[in-house]
């Protein structure tokens, strides 16, 4: 009689194990697949990055003041934001972008590349932010900040933001853009002059693959 309680409290405790063990399979697979599984074949097209080595510091400056003055003109151009606002954001994905005030030729390629990026997603768009980073003090122009309506504009400083963002030797943060994610880390990057179809491709599979953003 002992002997068959034994065995019954057994044979529990391997049934809760087992229960347990298939309600946390599709997790822990996920966390070996992202973190430890190094896949031969590739099916992103961006770089992707430990999304628990970045998380959002405090990167702000102030808000950029550079929008038109006249009422009439002031509006979302520029969006200004109060310091550390990026954290502002999380909660959903982050298209990042880091360039001077000045916005040359491929800096305004790029913003375009992440509006339309953004307009691609159809009725997910609304998941997407596009995020400038400006880390100087120079004045920015009005023409500019409409062309690019909808952007968010943020000083931050220059020390901090290139001790967050990750470079390959000999490349420059303005030479990437990058990807975070809902949670507040940044957890994927792309050459500033990537193919925009191909980024697109792994937005899509980001957004339908996510239940969160």
Known sequence: MEKNQQQLRESGRWKLFLV???CAAPLVFSYITYYVIKPTGRTNYGTILDPRLYPIPALATG???DAP???SEVSSLAHPVPPASLLTYKGKWIMLQVSSSACQAACQTSLINMRQLRLAQGKDMDRLERVWLV???QAMETLLLREFDG???IRVDP???AAWLPVEPGTAME???YLIDPLGNLMMRYTVDADPNKIKKDLIKLLNASSIG
């Open 151 to 153: 952007v968010h504009v």
């Open 20 to 22: 347990l063990a298939i």
């Open 175 to 177: 030479d990437r853009l």
């Open 63 to 65: 808000q950029v003041t």
């Open 135 to 137: 880390p100087d003090q």
């Open 159 to 161: 020390k901090k933001v």
């Open 69 to 71: 003055k006249a009422a």
